[in-house]
T-cell receptor
Framework: GQQLNQSPQSMFIQEGEDVSMNCTSS?????WLWYKQDPGEGPVLLIA?????ELTSNGRLTAQFGITRKDSFLNISASIPSDVGIYFC???????????????FGKGTKLSVKP | DAGVTQSPTHLIKTRGQQVTLRCSPK?????VSWYQQALGQGPQFIFQ???????QRGNFPDRFSGHQFPNYSSELNVNALLLGDSALYLC???????????FGPGTRLLVL
């Protein structure tokens, strides 16, 4: 079945650093979504991508829809302490009914602050 | 603009019991999807409700059932609870089943 592979699994950041993470799949996606989840909370939608090659920003966050439609990237510039959390990529699943399929998620990239 | 709300926030049950979780979608949304998130994992799709009917279902047993009301709010019911049902249950809403979904804060269920 479809799977989304996120890397890295975890990373430590120092305030002010830029952060990059990615999400890959063996299947083609027509939408990529990036969410951030804080402990004990629901995922919050950060960026939605709908077209191959699309580059979209939301403040210090920038995400790209890969040309092959099998990957997506999220960059955070000049990180701050509140960027800590788990970042999930997600895409519509073909397992559950086709074009309006529900979302499958990667396992997340956990961002922590360097001690 | 009211976001997705869920109740209760936390719940403790024992094995074999039944539980009902509730969700109100974001204002203007008509589709509700339910997800289960185990610790350290991404959310897993349970089912989706649109126009008061279950439109799609993930790989969850029939112990998991749901309902959508005319005001688009939804309930998730789980019967014969197992220890493995302990998880964060998330509700997400969208308009017309679109892929861009907005999540609520979740209900943390602990089964003892």
């Amino acid at each position: 079945g479809q799977q989304l592979n996120q890397s890295p699994q975890s990373m430590f950041i120092q305030e002010g650093e830029d952060v990059s993470m990615n999400c890959t799949s063996s299947s083609i996606f027509n939408t990529w979504l990036w969410y951030k989840q804080d402990p004990g909370e629901g995922p919050v939608l950060l960026i939605a991508l709908y077209k191959a090659g699309e580059l979209t920003s939301n403040g210090r966050l920038t995400a790209q829809f890969g040309i092959t439609r099998k990957d997506s990237f999220l960059n955070i510039s000049a990180s701050i302490p509140s960027d800590v959390g788990i970042y999930f990529c997600a895409g519509p699943s073909k397992n559950y009914g086709g074009s309006q399929g529900n979302l499958i998620f990667g396992k997340g990239t956990k961002l922590s602050v360097k001690p | 603009d009211a976001g997705v709300t869920q109740s209760p926030t936390h719940l403790i049950k024992t094995r074999g019991q039944q539980v009902t979780l509730r969700c109100s979608p974001k204002s203007g949304h008509d589709t509700v999807s339910w997800y289960q998130q185990a610790l350290g994992q991404g959310p897993q799709f349970i089912f989706q409700y649109y126009e008061e009917e279950e439109r799609q279902r993930g790989n969850f047993p029939d112990r998991f059932s749901g309902h959508q009301f005319p005001n688009y709010s939804s309930e998730l019911n789980v019967n014969a609870l197992l220890l493995g049902d302990s998880a964060l249950y998330l509700c997400a809403s969208s308009l017309g089943g679109r892929q861009t979904q907005y999540f609520g804060p979740g209900t943390r269920l602990l089964v003892l």
